[in-house]
């Protein structure tokens, strides 16, 4: 059976480019040695489930793009020695040929690295962490040797048919016509600009080790004051993060160089789109972004940005403005060029990324160290890490998750275009204001 794409999933696989490839990464850190067989085994199992982690693209004779399921093997790459020295360099996916997903399993005597490479237009953050949760649940109880549940999570692929939607209905478009205008107009004529000064390379050009990132976590006390310190505001831990993010793109960009007129600076973000209707869904692409914009003279006054952030999240989430993207791509997809038009603009269309995964694998049924690290059988998953695409023009992407009561982030970032030291000082910097309140 063909499903057809969805104008999202249309999106990022017409925006996949040789140098900036559309994929995700999930990377999980065990002290311990997986045995390589049963994890393979329990990999084989969940996939099953997840028809999209096994389909290809295919074109009919108008252009038109539609995934089919097939039956071929899992890519996973097994690799031993020194982990530092092994650490896999991921391939490029090609959609047209294989599946979007690829496992490397990367072993050593003591520890043991799985890095999952996902296509971004076969899922999104959230359904790839389900993916992730639904293996390690079933290495546990095959390391057990217990009986495996068939379809545990009761997952119903019909459901796959609904992916995508925003929900948006005539009587939602008009009554929130006003609003809906004033973010169509900034997405079709407010440009913001690049982190850092930024020549448009040739994205047609291979990438090569582009996977480029950085980590570092807070404490369990670090992580729980920056809670409360949301609380204490009255916002959300994910307003608290764009109010950060902002501020350290400000001060990043004066240290590393002289900033040249008032330029807006964008942040772009992943808001889901599931609803209590699709919680049975596989894994799939199914949200929209979102931004908001700033111009550094609002970074003056941390308390009043914050304020500012909350109103407008608040305001985005009342207006229902989660369709417009998804509305302005079926628009621009109607009019000559399509979307693939508009994507091989050279303009900046976000200057940063932020996705927050939130709390992770809290309700695993696993058992837990005393630390909240789960025992996932012989081994113990000591870190995750979660690594977004970047694009041309967007240096950054960061993503934000919270595992065993520490808040966590990962910086993805542009080698070509960054250094790695310009990289870690720029997480350094927005671990500072997560530490401490900002003043003005």
Not at 28 to 40: A, D, V, Y
Request: charged share 25%; glycine share 4%; net charge positive.
């Amino acid at each position: 059976m063909l499903i057809p794409f969805t104008i999202f999933e249309k999106y990022m696989f017409l925006d996949d480019q040789p140098a900036y490839p559309m994929d995700s990464f999930r990377f999980l850190r065990f002290s311990g040695r997986l045995k390589f067989h049963h994890f393979e085994a329990s990999i084989a199992d969940v996939v099953r489930d997840h028809p999209m982690l096994r389909s290809v693209v295919r074109q009919d004779r108008r252009g038109q793009f539609f995934w089919e399921e097939i039956d071929s093997p899992i890519f996973i790459r097994r690799i031993r020695g020194p982990i530092a020295a092994r650490f896999p360099n991921p391939e490029a996916i090609d959609l047209f040929s294989e599946p979007g997903f690829k496992v490397y399993f990367v072993e050593e005597k003591n520890q043991t690295l799985v890095l999952f490479q996902f296509h971004h237009c076969i899922s999104d953050g959230i359904g790839e962490m389900q993916v992730l949760g639904d293996i390690l649940s079933n290495y546990a109880v095959r390391f057990q040797g217990k009986l495996l549940p068939e379809n545990p999570r009761n997952l119903d692929p019909k459901l796959l048919l609904h992916r995508g939607s925003s929900g948006l209905t005539l009587g939602k478009y008009f009554r929130f016509f006003f609003p809906t205008a004033v973010t169509t107009y900034q997405l079709l004529f407010r440009f913001p600009t690049p982190l850092a000064p930024h020549v448009p390379l040739n994205t047609n050009i291979p990438a090569k080790d582009y996977l480029a990132f950085c980590a570092d976590e807070l404490t369990q006390r670090e992580t729980q004051n920056y809670f409360d310190r949301a609380k204490k505001h009255g916002v959300t831990v994910n307003d608290l993060l764009l109010r950060d993010l902002f501020l350290t793109m400000g001060v990043w960009r004066k240290k590393w160089f002289v900033p040249q007129g008032n330029p807006w600076l964008r942040i772009s973000m992943p808001m889901n789109l599931r609803t209590e209707s699709l919680k049975n869904m596989p894994a799939a692409n199914t949200v929209t972004m979102l931004f908001l914009d700033r111009k550094e003279q609002d970074f003056s006054d941390p308390d009043l940005l914050l304020q500012k952030i909350h109103q407008e999240t608040e305001w985005i989430k009342r207006t229902e403005q989660k369709h417009v993207l998804l509305l302005s791509l079926k628009i621009r997809n109607r009019l000559p060029g399509g979307i693939n038009y508009e994507l091989r603009s050279p303009k900046c269309r976000a200057t940063a990324v932020l996705s927050n995964l939130g709390k992770i694998f809290e309700t695993l049924p696993l058992m837990r160290r005393h630390d909240g690290r789960l025992f996932v059988g012989n081994a113990v998953l000591e870190a995750i890490d979660a690594a977004p695409p970047i694009r041309s023009g967007t240096l950054v992407s960061l993503s934000a998750l919270t595992y065993a009561h520490q808040l966590r982030l990962i910086l993805r970032y542009d080698a070509k275009n960054m250094t790695a030291e310009q990289a870690n000082n720029l997480l350094q910097i927005f671990f500072s204001f997560l530490k401490s309140e900002p003043t003005t």
